[in-house]
C-alpha cells in the first residue's frame, strides 16, 4: 500500500514556520513563541518560590503609590505637631515641619516608580530602535551607531543632570530624559548582539531569499526573537533609575513641589538621631522596590533562557 505523504506548506519550504530555531546549543524563548512554549515559560516563571513573594509586594507598593494618595492627607499640610514618633494617629509619624510623614512617602513613591518604568521604557525603546538597526544590517550602520552608542554610554549622568538642572532647571522629565540617554546603550549593545546571532540563522536567510524586505524581517522576525535577554536587562534598568533617581535627589537635584524617596532621605539626614523614621521608611521602601525588581528580572531569565535555569 503506497502512503501519500503531506505536502508541506510554502511556509516550511522556506523554513519560515519555526522563528525560534535555537543557535548552538542556546536556547530561548521569543515573546511571539506558540501557546505551549509560551505557557511553559509562564509556568516556569510562577513556580519559583521568590516570585509569589516578591510579585505581590512590587504590586502593592505600586498600588498604594498610585491610588494611595486618595486615602491619606494632604502631604504639604503642616498642622500637626512636629517629629512624631509613629503611632497609631500617624502611622509613619510626622516631619520637622509637621506634615504626615505616610501622606509624603505615599507621594513620594510616585515619582521615584514613574522615574524608574518611564526611563526602563525610554531605554528599551531607543535600544530595541539603535540596537537592532546596527545588529541587522551591519557594516557602516553598525560602525556609525556604535560609535554614537560609546559617545552616549561615557557621558557621566551625575554631571549632565548637574547641568541640565542649571539651565533648565530640575523637574521629573529632565531626570527622566538624563537617565534614559545615559542608560540605553547597554540595552541596545545587548539587541545588537541578539540581532547580529539572529540574522545568521535559517529562517532570516530564508525570510530574505523569499524576498522579504529588511525592515520587515528585523520587526516581525528578528526583534520578537531578541526580546528575551532585553526584557531582562530592561527590568534591571528600572531599579537602576530608581537608585540613581534617589542619589539624585539626595543631592538635591529633583522637583521641589513633587519629592521623590531620595528627596525625603535627602531631608531626613539632618534628623537621622532624633527621628530615626524620617530616614527609614522611605530608604526601606527604595530597597524592597529594587530588591523586587531584580528577582523578578532573574526570575524572568530563568523562564526565557531554560538552559539558565537548569544550569543554577
Same mark, same amino acid.
Given at each position: 500500500?503506497?502512503?501519500?505523504?503531506?505536502?508541506?506548506?510554502?511556509?516550511?519550504?522556506?523554513?519560515?514556520?519555526?522563528?525560534l530555531?535555537?543557535?548552538?546549543?542556546?536556547?530561548?524563548?521569543?515573546?511571539?513563541?506558540?501557546?505551549?512554549?509560551?505557557?511553559?515559560?509562564?509556568?516556569?516563571?510562577?513556580?519559583?518560590?521568590?516570585?509569589?513573594v516578591?510579585?505581590?509586594?512590587?504590586?502593592?507598593?505600586?498600588?498604594?503609590?498610585?491610588?494611595?494618595?486618595s486615602?491619606v492627607?494632604?502631604?504639604?499640610?503642616?498642622?500637626?505637631?512636629?517629629?512624631?514618633?509613629?503611632?497609631s494617629?500617624?502611622?509613619?509619624?510626622?516631619?520637622?515641619?509637621?506634615?504626615?510623614?505616610?501622606?509624603?512617602?505615599?507621594?513620594?513613591?510616585?515619582?521615584?516608580?514613574?522615574?524608574?518604568?518611564?526611563?526602563?521604557?525610554?531605554?528599551?525603546?531607543l535600544?530595541?530602535?539603535?540596537?537592532?538597526?546596527?545588529?541587522?544590517?551591519?557594516?557602516?550602520?553598525?560602525?556609525?551607531?556604535?560609535?554614537?552608542?560609546?559617545?552616549?554610554?561615557?557621558?557621566?549622568?551625575?554631571?549632565?543632570?548637574?547641568?541640565?538642572?542649571? #539651565?533648565?532647571?530640575?523637574? *521629573? %522629565?529632565?531626570?527622566?530624559? @538624563? =537617565? $534614559?540617554?545615559? &542608560?540605553?546603550?547597554?540595552?541596545?549593545?545587548?539587541?545588537?548582539?541578539?540581532?547580529?546571532?539572529?540574522?545568521?540563522?535559517?529562517?532570516?536567510?530564508?525570510?530574505?531569499?523569499?524576498?522579504?524586505?529588511?525592515?520587515?524581517?528585523?520587526?516581525?522576525?528578528?526583534?520578537?526573537n531578541?526580546?528575551?535577554?532585553?526584557?531582562?536587562a530592561?527590568?534591571?534598568?528600572?531599579?537602576?533609575?530608581?537608585?540613581?533617581?534617589?542619589?539624585?535627589?539626595?543631592?538635591?537635584?529633583?522637583?521641589?513641589?513633587?519629592?521623590?524617596?531620595?528627596?525625603?532621605?535627602?531631608?531626613?539626614?539632618?534628623?537621622?538621631?532624633?527621628?530615626?523614621?524620617?530616614?527609614?521608611?522611605?530608604? #526601606?521602601?527604595?530597597?524592597? *522596590? %529594587?530588591?523586587?525588581?531584580? @528577582? =523578578? $528580572?532573574?526570575? &524572568?531569565?530563568?523562564?526565557?533562557?531554560?538552559?539558565?535555569?537548569?544550569?543554577?
Amino acid at each position: 500500500m503506497t502512503t501519500v505523504q503531506p505536502t508541506p506548506s510554502p511556509e516550511a519550504e522556506l523554513g519560515l514556520e519555526e522563528p525560534l530555531a535555537p543557535d548552538a546549543g542556546t536556547e530561548t524563548l521569543a515573546v511571539g513563541a506558540s501557546g505551549p512554549r509560551r505557557n511553559a515559560a509562564w509556568r516556569t516563571f510562577l513556580r519559583k518560590r521568590s516570585v509569589w513573594v516578591f510579585l505581590p509586594l512590587l504590586a502593592v507598593l505600586i498600588l498604594i503609590s498610585f491610588i494611595g494618595p486618595s486615602f491619606v492627607g494632604d502631604p504639604v499640610s503642616a498642622i500637626y505637631p512636629k517629629l512624631l514618633p509613629p503611632s497609631s494617629e500617624h502611622w509613619l509619624g510626622t516631619d520637622n515641619l509637621g506634615r504626615d510623614y505616610l501622606a509624603r512617602v505615599v507621594y513620594g513613591g510616585q515619582i521615584s516608580l514613574i522615574v524608574g518604568f518611564s526611563v526602563a521604557v525610554l531605554c528599551l525603546t531607543l535600544g530595541l530602535v539603535i540596537g537592532g538597526l546596527a545588529g541587522y544590517y551591519g557594516g557602516f550602520m553598525d560602525n556609525a551607531l556604535v560609535k554614537v552608542s560609546e559617545f552616549f554610554q561615557v557621558l557621566p549622568g551625575l554631571v549632565l543632570a548637574l547641568v541640565a538642572a542649571a #539651565l533648565l532647571g530640575s523637574n *521629573v %522629565v529632565i531626570i527622566i530624559v @538624563i =537617565l $534614559g540617554v545615559t &542608560m540605553w546603550p547597554g540595552v541596545a549593545r545587548i539587541v545588537r548582539a541578539e540581532a547580529m546571532r539572529i540574522t545568521k540563522l535559517g529562517y532570516v536567510e530564508s525570510a530574505k531569499a523569499a524576498g522579504f524586505s529588511g525592515p520587515r524581517i528585523l520587526w516581525s522576525d528578528v526583534i520578537p526573537n531578541a526580546m528575551p535577554p532585553v526584557l531582562v536587562a530592561t527590568t534591571m534598568t528600572v531599579g537602576r533609575a530608581i537608585l540613581v533617581e534617589s542619589g539624585l535627589s539626595y543631592l538635591g537635584i529633583g522637583d521641589a513641589n513633587r519629592p521623590s524617596w531620595g528627596a525625603l532621605l535627602n531631608s531626613a539626614q539632618a534628623y537621622m538621631q532624633q527621628a530615626w523614621w524620617l530616614a527609614l521608611f522611605p530608604g #526601606l521602601c527604595i530597597f524592597l *522596590v %529594587v530588591l523586587a525588581v531584580n @528577582i =523578578l $528580572g532573574d526570575a &524572568m531569565n530563568d523562564a526565557l533562557n531554560p538552559t539558565i535555569g537548569r544550569v543554577k
